[in-house]
Each structure stands twice: as structure tokens, then as C-alpha cells.
């Protein structure tokens, strides 16, 4: 059952990232939400709308738990593969144009793992502070999500992502800090002794399984209630 379970993963990675090589003349994917986006509308008054924006885990968290999601004002935009600057180009759209009250963001795993080429922890901390910095702009509360443990990644091995994922959770929380945005620690509930996946969360040692999911959910419940209290702070934002 396991061994299924990565070989679907696996192949779902490998499948969205060569497509994403085809469709360059899309390379954000604009075009997966934009249907939904225009049928959805602008939210009811009093709703207090959550966006979910991210990659394949994001994604995954909808088809694996989605009573998470329902009877809730929950909007999931995880599109698989996705790194930090196709989730910039899409920001307005998925994001901003929806209205929410809150946006969760959860990214940069597959920029170390070089999803759209070579990527700098620099260049990753710019795309995250680019995405805060337009929310605040247009009143939408942030939750920064700490990346998720990964000591291997399955498509591509070999790249010891797990002390760069501690950096840069650690840049997210001090980001966090100093600008009054809400950080959502993942990383210390799920990592193991090599700060990689528990494998009771997963079966690749990237994406979450049901427990997986199951640990996340109130802690980012609670992120959403704490980031809904909170006053703006004025930008400009400090890095």
C-alpha cells in the first residue's frame, strides 16, 4: 500500500513539473483557477474568506482532507510543482482578487529543489516578502508558513535540502517578527532526528499523509484565528 502510495506521488511530481516545462506560455498557470475564480465571487458581507496558497501539499491537503475544508470559507489554490516566483505571478489573481480576509501561504520547498531552475535561499526570502508585502497592501492578514521537513526529495536526490529548509524557516519566523505577520510552525511538530518528514506523516518524506494533515490542521486553524485579531502594521516591511 506504500509503495503504491510514492509511486503515485512520484509520478504526480514528475507529471506536473514536465508539464510545466510544456506550457511555458503559462508558466504561473494562470489558467487553472480562473473559471473557479469568476464563479466564486466576491465574498458575502461578515465572511471572513481564507486563501490557501501553495504547491502540491497545499493541493494535496483538499483531495486527502477535505472536510478540512468544507462548510468552511476555505479556498485551496495549491497547484502541484509550483515554486515561489509562479506563485508571485498568480498572486493577484488567486489571491488578491478573491478577496479573503487571511491568506496562508506555505512555499519554497520546490524552489530548493530547483522545480524552475536554480534558486537561492535570496531569492526565495524576495518572492515570500513580495507576496506579504502585496497582501498588507490590500488589507489581507498573513500567515507565513514554516516548510515543511524534508530530508530527500524523491524526484531529485541528492540535494540535502534539510539544513536549507531550517535557514530558511528560520529567516520566515524572524520575518514574521519584525513585520507583524503570523508564523505557523509546521516543521517542529512534524521533523524527526535529521530534520526530515516522520514517516508516520508521509510515505515519500515530502508530501503529508492523513496524519500528516491531521497534525497540521489545528495548527493552522489557530494561525488563521490569531492572524483575524490582529491590527495592521504600516509598511514598509523589514526583511
Keep these: 500500500m506504500k509503495s503504491k502510495?510514492?509511486?503515485n506521488i512520484l509520478i504526480m511530481t514528475m507529471l506536473c513539473?514536465?508539464?510545466q516545462q510544456l506550457n511555458a506560455q503559462d508558466w504561473p498557470n494562470?489558467?487553472?483557477f480562473r473559471a473557479e475564480n469568476e464563479k466564486l465571487g466576491a465574498p458575502d458581507k461578515g465572511e471572513k474568506r481564507v486563501v490557501f496558497l501553495g504547491n502540491s501539499i497545499t493541493e494535496g491537503w483538499i483531495n486527502i482532507r477535505p472536510d478540512f475544508f468544507k462548510n468552511r470559507s476555505y479556498i485551496n489554490r495549491g497547484i502541484s510543482g509550483q515554486t515561489t516566483p509562479q506563485m508571485l505571478l498568480r498572486f493577484r489573481q488567486d489571491v488578491i482578487k478573491l478577496q479573503?480576509?487571511?491568506v496562508v501561504i506555505?512555499?519554497?520547498?520546490?524552489?530548493?529543489?530547483?522545480n524552475t531552475g536554480p534558486s537561492s535561499l535570496e531569492m526565495i526570502e524576495d518572492n515570500l516578502s513580495s507576496m506579504s508585502e502585496l497582501a498588507r497592501v490590500h488589507n489581507i492578514k498573513v500567515v507565513l508558513s514554516s516548510v515543511l521537513p524534508a530530508y530527500d526529495y524523491p524526484w531529485r536526490r541528492g540535494l540535502q535540502p534539510a539544513e536549507?529548509?531550517?535557514t530558511l524557516n528560520a529567516w520566515i519566523k524572524d520575518y514574521c517578527q519584525k513585520n507583524g505577520f503570523v508564523y505557523l510552525d509546521y516543521f517542529s511538530a512534524m521533523a524527526d532526528e535529521r530534520n526530515g518528514l516522520k514517516s508516520e506523516f508521509s510515505e515519500?518524506?515530502?508530501h503529508p499523509n492523513q496524519k500528516g494533515y491531521q497534525v497540521m490542521e489545528p495548527l493552522a486553524e489557530?494561525?488563521?484565528q490569531k492572524a483575524l485579531k490582529q491590527n495592521f502594521k504600516k509598511c514598509p516591511c523589514n526583511k
Aim: no cysteine.
Design 30 to 32: 494562470l489558467g487553472r
Design 222 to 224: 489557530a494561525a488563521i
Design 17 to 19: 513539473f514536465y508539464m
Design 5 to 7: 502510495y510514492f509511486v
Design 106 to 114: 506555505l512555499a519554497g520547498t520546490n524552489d530548493i529543489a530547483g
Design 100 to 102: 479573503p480576509a487571511v
Design 164 to 166: 536549507k529548509i531550517v
Design 204 to 206: 515519500d518524506g515530502v
